[in-house]
């Protein structure tokens, strides 16, 4: 099912929740609308799952308007959809009882096969005895999503699923989302504040602050190429730089730094830490940005460390592998090069 918002608006008791709202996901895609707590992003979900009306705008489901559509007609819809809320509700009974659930209110006959292959698919194989007040917060989870697959959506909506899963399982619960998307091939749409989630699960990506979208597209045009300040910030960009432009040149630190594009003003660039190149000595290559520079810090990781540099009053960030760390002998005090593509340097608005 191809899912489209266009101009999507929500006010309510005098406030604006969602302004303007438009992106749209393709058939069978995955789409993670990410932003800070409160920005909107439940509202839109229950938007588009026409569990409440919008202001103004449009709700397109394979082309069909559904935004002012009556309630026969919502109702037909909603039956080729679900959703899945941040804190899943469970009716006083056993786990069967809550997959059931799902059908009933579809309007489907429960079928004890469909439920115990449901069960199967999330991990719960066994569990359909259970009393659902005694399961993990992430076993409710999988029964909410044993219960909205049970009715074959065509659009699943999934409302911060991970954020009530305790961390270490939330690795386990993501391969889950990842493979029943690629298993069934519906369309999902989810949101969530955290990037881990969208970056392990999403090929497109909605960034909403205050109720309005501020850039959407494919993960890597929207994470690693943000396109203002709120996104690189809330995207996790580490190298954020005031400058001042002259021509192609950014003048940031002390230092002159090469764009590919010319541009005029004050303003902020934003080099990913992916593109910025870390040497024991002045690299031979085409990069047109090469700073002598010390390592001040380093984090690391499992298998990428970030190593911090300073380099004139301007400090970077490089994603280096653990490997080239040790190979390097990075440590604080050492004396590197830092280098990076002119078309790596991104200006913010």
């Known amino acids: 099912m191809r899912f489209e918002l266009d101009s999507l608006s929500r006010r309510t008791g005098g406030r604006t929740i969602l302004d303007g709202v438009s992106f749209a996901v393709e058939s069978g895609g995955f789409c993670a609308v990410i932003g800070p707590t409160g920005c909107g992003k439940t509202t839109l979900l229950r938007t ?3 569990l409440v009306k919008p202001s103004s705008g449009r709700i397109l489901l394979d082309g069909i308007d559904y935004a002012g559509a009556g309630s026969a007609a919502c109702t037909r819809a909603r039956r080729r959809m679900a959703m899945v809320m941040q804190r899943p509700f469970m ?21 004890p096969g469909r439920i115990e292959a449901g069960l199967e698919v999330v991990g719960l194989s066994g569990f359909a005895g259970r009393h659902a007040k005694t399961l993990s917060g992430g076993e409710m989870q999988k029964v909410a999503l044993a219960r909205a697959l049970a009715t074959d959506p065509e659009i699943l909506f ?19 989302i990842a493979s029943l998307h690629r298993g069934r091939g519906m369309t999902v749409v989810m949101a969530t504040h ?13 960034v909403l602050s205050e109720g309005r979208m501020i850039q959407h597209g494919p993960v890597d045009d929207v994470l690693l190429r943000p396109s203002n300040l709120f996104v690189a910030s809330f995207s996790g960009q580490r190298n954020i730089l005031r400058a001042k432009f002259e ?12 764009m590919a594009e010319p541009a005029e ?6 080099i990913p830490t992916e593109a910025v190149t870390v040497s024991a000595s002045r690299p031979d290559s085409s990069m ?55 078309n790596s340097v991104r200006i913010l608005s």
């Open 48 to 50: 588009a799952d026409l």
């Open 91 to 111: 009716l006083d009974g056993t786990v069967r009882r809550n997959v059931e659930a799902g059908l009933r209110f579809r309007g489907m006959k429960p079928d």
């Open 158 to 176: 999934l409302d911060e699923p991970l954020s009530s899963v305790d961390q270490g399982f939330r690795p386990e619960m993501r391969s889950l």
């Open 194 to 206: 955290d990037l881990a989630d969208a970056l392990a699960l999403a090929d497109h990506v909605a």
């Open 247 to 258: 021509g192609a040149r950014a003048v940031s630190g002390g230092l002159e730094i090469v």
């Open 265 to 270: 003003g004050e303003g902020c660039i934003v």
């Open 288 to 342: 047109r940005n090469c700073f002598p520079g010390e390592v001040a810090s380093i984090e690391h990781g499992p298998y990428t460390d970030m190593v911090s540099m300073v380099t004139g009053r301007a400090t970077f960030v490089a994603a280096v592998t653990r490997e080239s760390t040790e190979r390097l002998g990075l440590h604080p005090g050492t004396a590197v090069w830092i280098s990076f593509k002119a």
